[in-house]
């Protein structure tokens, strides 16, 4: 399973439970942690949280591990890794925060539907 089709997985997963504003990150030739950072968001906890059990079902059954998950029990920002993509689940209010669009804009972004 390639990291492309874990992050077309991740992202259908999102997408199916209505997240907001669904990026995709380029990583790979600025960072060793993985190659795609992917990050969305949701309107509120239940959402967001639902979004997060989303991807994992999805990126499971596409061949993905999981190797970690954190911040789900307050559902304002869910991590979850999976060696190659790393997926960010925000409340909407924790993304602008957090800004992580500009923290990694030496990445390339990639249009959702190039994947």
Known sequence: MTSRELARAAILALQDKKAGDIRVIDISRV???GDFF???DGTNSNQVQAMCDNVEEFVEKAGGKLKNREGYSNGGWILLDYYDII???FREEDRSFYDLEHIWRDGDIIPVGEL
């Open 31 to 33: 960072s060793s942690v």
């Open 38 to 40: 992917i990050i969305a």
């Open 87 to 89: 997926v960010h689940i």
